[in-house]
């Protein structure tokens, strides 16, 4: 058995409130809406990120993305009207940003990303 897709869940409180700030970050309304309570965004071929109720978890997860150009990224989702963090250097060339949701998860943009260092 081989696993085919990967799905990050990230949990809200109102998904009317949710819903469109992803769609913001995502720059794409979502892909699929199975459930009321649940928004699916397609980012890759096999890397889903799934935005869902639940009040319980809502605010306590991370959720970690690499880009091609940290910085062409970061300008695209001012242009939105999101307003990431500060780039921080981390290691071996690698660069960060952060962004929260409405919630408060944290969402990490990653430049520099490679399989092997």
Known sequence: MAIEHVL??????DLAVSAPWYERLFDT???NRPMPNVAEWRLTDTGWVQVFVDD???GRSF????VSDLDDHLKALAARGLAPGAIQNANKGVR???IEDPDGNI????GGFRIEY
């Open 8 to 13: 990050a869940v990230i949990p809200v409180n």
């Open 29 to 31: 309304g979502p892909t």
């Open 56 to 58: 319980e978890r809502a």
């Open 63 to 66: 959720f970690n993305m690499a």
């Open 96 to 98: 960060i940003s952060s």
């Open 107 to 110: 969402i990490n943009f990653i």
